[in-house]
């Protein structure tokens, strides 16, 4: 009974405070990756999605942290030469340097339930254009994780110094601290008249909610990257 008073009280505490923490972003923490390309998402689950929308999305959800130039993925598709594929970390590194860019983001969707309350997985890496050199103990620390094998590319040795971040995270809806976190957002991001500040109807929209998804994947990229120093 007491832990179901606490998580009654937290919830009902949320609600009644408003929060800040969706109305200013915080800045990109390394200035030697300004110009950033989101790529077409993949979609590694067993159900059809539109993996092109998703993407379009987090693309969105990224100019909102400031100090980013992104290249969106319509761009992206658009910029592609007749017959070219970006099968390999390689093939992306090669085309995001004809963009001028300084980094590329790599999205693979790994589990997706769209109906109310909805769960999403995605599995994130972030790389370089031009890698950096790495020290004996860092390149063996990378390489005894596991989730820099993990994604949209498969990452050799000789690569690893492209290497920003990897991450795979489940947002799940069911979960009471995440369904917190998607009021804040949705109180931040709508005004008073707007139907989508109510995280019940913002939930059974998709799009919203892949909004929060996108954005909570981003924000950890920049807390984790701040934390660490450029």
Not at 14 to 34: F, H, M, Q
Not at 134 to 142: K, M, T
């Amino acid at each position: 009974m007491a832990k179901r008073f606490g998580v009654a009280a937290l919830a009902a505490l949320a609600g009644c405070l408003p929060s800040t923490k969706y109305r200013e972003y915080p800045r990109n923490p390394d200035p030697e990756i300004k110009r950033v390309v989101v790529l077409p998402f993949l979609n590694y689950t067993r159900d059809p999605i539109d993996a092109d929308e998703m993407a379009t999305i987090f693309a969105s959800e990224l100019v909102k942290f400031p100090g980013f130039d992104v290249v969106r993925p319509l761009v992206v598709r658009a910029a592609m030469r007749e017959g070219e594929k970006i099968a390999t970390l390689d093939d992306a590194l090669k085309f995001a340097r004809r963009l001028n860019a300084d980094a590329i983001v790599a999205v693979a969707v790994t589990d997706h339930d769209p109906y109310d309350p909805p769960r999403t997985a995605l599995s994130v890496q972030w790389f370089r254009t031009s890698a950096r050199s790495l020290g004996a103990r860092d390149l063996d620390r990378l390489t005894e994780s596991a989730s820099w094998k993990k994604g949209a590319f498969e990452v050799t040795r000789g690569q690893a110094g492209h290497l920003i971040d990897a991450y795979e995270e489940m947002w799940d809806a069911h979960n009471l601290g995440v369904r917190i976190e998607v009021k804040k957002y949705a109180d931040a991001q709508y005004g008073e008249e707007s139907a989508y500040r109510d995280e019940n109807l913002f939930l059974a929209v998709q799009e919203r909610w892949i909004q929060f998804v996108s954005n909570q994947a981003i924000w950890r990229f920049v807390a984790r990257k701040g934390a660490r120093g450029a």
